[in-house]
């Protein structure tokens, strides 16, 4: 069973940085797509980036230019570093495993989440 572990949240003042990690255990990782979505308060979840088994990324406009989701396969891991941070970025973060290798598919595996506040 697929299991993924995020961390990295924490609080930040606005402009700062924060870079998020999801480990991935239970299956062959490179062959998937990933992603992070994230929910404030009040709000629905909105997928934030997403990267393909091949490398492909898809990012919210946003965060566009401020956030960079990467993969390290050796490590069964995504990243998102989150730059210029500001306080509409607070939300609890969520990392998502999907089905295939592409982002365009639907449903997955999610992983419990890791709260991002920014605020001075």
């Known amino acids: 069973q697929v299991q993924l572990v995020e961390s990295g949240g924490g609080v930040v003042q606005p402009g700062g940085s924060l870079k998020l990690s999801c480990a991935a255990s239970g299956s062959i990782f490179s062959s998937f797509a990933m992603g992070w979505s994230r929910q404030a308060p009040g709000k629905q979840r909105e997928l934030v980036a997403a990267?393909?088994?091949?490398?492909?990324?898809n990012y919210a406009d946003s965060v566009k230019g401020r956030f960079t989701i990467s993969r390290d396969n050796a490590k069964n891991t995504v990243y998102l570093q989150m730059n210029s941070l500001k306080p509409e970025d607070t939300a609890v973060y969520y990392c998502?495993?999907?089905?295939?290798?592409?982002?365009?598919?639907?449903?997955?595996?999610w992983g419990q989440g890791t709260q991002v506040t920014v605020s001075s």
């Open positions: 998502k495993k999907y089905y295939s290798g592409s982002y365009y598919s639907s449903g997955g595996v």
């Open positions: 990267i393909s088994s091949g490398g492909s990324t």
